[in-house]
């Protein structure tokens, strides 16, 4: 395995696929800073942010040239991938600005169920070991996306790049939704609006108030857990009120597990309980409204097959030739 890492190939040039994508979504993200130039807090910042990203990327395409080996595409990509982490907290940077539709999914929420379940899921069954292992399949979700991806570098290498075009390009789609259709979820609008609304189905329209707060709902549960604070410390520190429309950790888990089922039965079933215990935990912590996690499951299939269409029609090249 180490001998085939380092073993020199004849790489092709260019950009790979998940780079490419990368650069459009910098592209059009780019494009929307310059619109909104005038009510953005550091649009210079941002916009120099994405010149240093994709200055890196052509910088690794050179670099790679030098060395062409498994190794050095696998760094190419696993940097992309790693970029997530900094796209995913940008999206509140856009959609604070537009109206918040908070109002509408709780409202329809509260027709459809007669009630909230992301308030009835966790008041019913509030024990330790259901908190845990809630909290616990939350946590999995970038161990999965890890999981995976390594599976597919490890053993199935002629789709590693496909693998990882589709995850990114996914999250890119997911992205842009939630810019232009800002959620926050229960856990940032239950308490921007008060909990004597939420038990009164009452849900007013709060415009652009997460301008300015966020005020985040302490998550419900066994406070004294293990994967309890786990997922807490890591919320408070990454979490923005945006992304709650559909949810991307029931969509890119979903995703993760057709191309699980794809690679290895084996691989499938060991992530499973990992999976159900994550859609679960969506709504028991209380991340995301019941439509957002059915949004998220549906959407994940719609996605894969679309997603897997333009990486075979516009960015399918060999990574060795």
Known sequence: MALDLFKRVE??????????VT???????????????????HPWHMLLDRAMIAGMTFLLMYLYRLAPCKLSAFVRIA??????SYWYPDTYEFNRFFPNLDHLFASAEQWMFGGQPAIWFCH????????????LGYFSYYPMILVVTMYYFIFRYELFEKLSFVIVTTFFIYYLIY????????????????????????FPSIGDYFNHHQELLP??????????????GSQQVGERPTAAF????????????????RGSRKLF????????????????????????AVAGFISAFVLYVLVTKMYKRWFAVPMFK
């Not at 019913?124 to 909290?135: D, G, K, L, R, T």
């Open 11 to 20: 790489s092709r040039k260019g950009l790979f696929a998940v780079e490419k």
């Open 246 to 261: 559909p949810s991307s950790h029931v969509g890119i888990s979903t995703l993760l597990m057709i191309m699980a089922w």
């Open 124 to 135: 019913s069954m509030p024990h330790m070991w259901v908190s845990e292992a809630f909290n």
């Open 79 to 84: 940097i992309q991938m790693s970029l997530l």
């Open 219 to 232: 998550g419900p549960g066994y406070d004294h857990g293990f994967f309890y604070n786990l997922v807490e």
């Open 179 to 202: 810019i232009f259709v800002p959620v926050a979820g229960p856990q940032y609008y239950f308490p921007a609006i008060g909990l004597e609304n939420v038990a009164q189905g009452n």
């Open 269 to 292: 079933a060991f992530l499973l309980p990992f999976y159900i215990l994550l859609c679960g935990a969506t709504v028991y912590i209380q991340a995301h409204y019941l439509i957002d």
């Open 23 to 41: 650069l459009i979504y910098n592209l059009l993200t780019s494009i929307l800073i310059l619109f909104l130039f005038q009510q953005l807090d």
